[in-house]
């Protein structure tokens, strides 16, 4: 898998034309599109609020809508997504068990009812927490780009990560791909970065604070690039009473 590495976000005014140029493309690449962050556990939602208020567009025309869908679900499934957020943070080595595994397979077999009706055929799914990640599929299934976003890097990876990470793959095989930012302490910098598995493509964006709303919405249209082929599914045209704007 290659990893591609550009500062195209700095100060400088050749820097900024460069931004500029770039912008116009990840709008079109965007355009006529809605970013639904998807999200149920409580730092889940807030993580979906900062992005849907990063990626939402300002004086300047262009780009997708953005809206946030709160899954909101029983405690049981609640419990089971807290512990797995835990274990993949490192902090937890909780055993998952067969009634873990029955709880999380009905939930990913109701994930259509638990999104409601607004996604529509080439969206852009990002979901923020391993409850949320129970309706890849049914997203997927509607046409919609599904990534999951994943801020947390570390290393080695924690051996709870693994476990989660192996316990949630076969039953969310809708993520097309991942999103996440991180930063670099030697370098004093922060990364916000792009994966998909199907391609092996990796790309990072070093970006400042001034422009960490652009970096977000380069990766998506990164993602979005390279993902095309891969949309299935119709449209679906209603909006769910859960859909903020």
Known sequence: MSTHVTHVLGDSAREARRLASARGRWEEQLSGRTVWCVASLPDGRDAAWQLRGRLRPG???????VGCIVI???????ALGSRLEAMLR?????????DDELLYAFACGDGERMLGAAIADGDVVVLHDAVAAVTAEAARDRGAHVFWRIDAATSPVPRSAVAAWDFMR????GVDGYVGAWREPSAGRE????????TGAVTARDVGSTHVPAGWS???ADLLADDRHETVGGTVHARPTVAVR
């Open 59 to 65: 004086s300047s025309e262009g780009g997708a809508a």
């Open 170 to 173: 076969p039953r969310s095989r």
């Open 218 to 220: 380069g990766a998506l």
């Open 90 to 98: 490192g902090f937890a080595g909780t055993r998952l068990t067969r």
């Open 191 to 198: 990364l916000i970065g792009a994966a998909l598995p199907s």
């Open 72 to 78: 909101t679900t029983d405690e049981s499934l609640r």
